[in-house]
């Protein structure tokens, strides 16, 4: 990647972090991170990748449309890339998760641009990156309370659901005579 295109990434990283905070509220996480790509087998490096990390109460309204919002607003900043590189990546985190712990620990950020190198960070290993936004959401407490309750919610389906499942095969196998 050449030295001009890189620096028009990150004050464009930087721009899109700014705007998207100012339209929507702020990030919990805004992360740009390069990361080792290893073969399918992980026992050599075949190259290496970028990776937007991001995390903000309102991306988990609809994660498909803010996923989409942010590949528009960072495409521009991608051109002049090698057409053989991939592109960047744009990778979610949801509030709740360990790493992100981690993160606002290591490092609380919100109006400044923390440069990074060779960190494990979010469950990977990155050769450098930079963040622009890291920091606990207000209501985080209320976040973590709403995550659980769906969660409970969610195991109570699947064990409904697998009750009736086991009711129905019984009723099956009592009709064909084999109970």
Request: glycine fraction near 4%; hydrophobic fraction near 40%.
């Amino acid at each position: 990647m050449r030295i001009g295109v890189f620096k028009r990434l990150i004050a464009g990283m930087e721009r899109v972090e700014e705007q998207v905070s100012a339209e929507r509220g702020p990030f919990s996480l805004f992360a740009l991170l390069e990361r080792e790509d290893w073969n399918e087998y992980d026992n050599y490096p075949v190259g290496h990748s970028w990776h937007l990390f991001v995390a903000a109460p309102w991306i988990w309204e609809d994660e498909m449309v803010a996923w989409k919002y942010l590949r528009e607003l960072a495409k521009p900043y991608e051109e002049g890339w090698n057409p053989f590189e991939r592109s960047l990546r744009i990778q979610t985190v949801k509030l709740t998760s360990p790493y992100l712990e981690e993160v606002w620990e290591y490092c609380s950020t919100e109006n400044g641009m923390v440069e990074i190198y060779d960190v494990d960070i979010l469950d990977v290993t990155a050769r450098r990156g930079y963040i622009f936004a890291s920091r606990r959401p207000d209501n985080f407490d209320e976040i973590r309370q709403a995550a659980q309750q769906k969660l409970e919610q969610e195991r109570e389906r699947q064990d409904r659901l697998a009750k009736e499942e086991m009711a129905r095969l019984k009723e099956e196998m009592q009709a064909r005579g084999i109970l």
